[in-house]
């Protein structure tokens, strides 16, 4: 069982970065694949970004190629979202989500987070 604490989240103007963090408990953090996802009000959760395993590949939705940034600390047991020219489309739940040595292009997770709102102003 892997539990995850996400915090981080607030209101920023349009144009500002964020970095979101993810807390996970348990010792095989670095067996974990971990993933970034979010929700705005109204809309499906969608996919934002993912880290292997192993190796450290990544891969991001292709709405924030580009402006999000996704890395660990294994050490920490913590992943990280860093969100750089934040648009107000950008306006969700962001949610962190864990899967044992799993594939970094499949968006199927076993574990989820409570979620952090990010707000972006214009």
């Known amino acids: 069982q892997v539990q995850l604490v996400e915090s981080g989240g607030g209101l920023v103007q349009a144009g500002g970065s964020l970095r979101l963090s993810c807390a996970a408990s348990g010792r095989t953090f670095n067996s974990y694949t971990m993933g970034w996802f979010r929700q705005a009000p109204g809309k499906e959760r969608e996919f934002v970004a993912a880290i292997r395993w192993s190796g450290g590949r990544t891969y991001y939705a292709d709405s924030v190629k580009g402006r999000f940034t996704i890395s660990r600390d294994n050490a920490k047991n913590t992943v990280y979202l860093q969100m750089n020219s934040l648009k107000p489309e950008d306006t969700a739940v962001y949610y962190c989500?864990?899967?044992?040595?799993?594939?970094?292009?499949?968006?199927?997770?076993?574990?989820w987070g409570q979620g952090t709102q990010v707000t972006v102003s214009s």
């Open positions: 989500a864990a899967k044992f040595q799993g594939s970094l292009y499949s968006t199927n997770y076993d574990y």
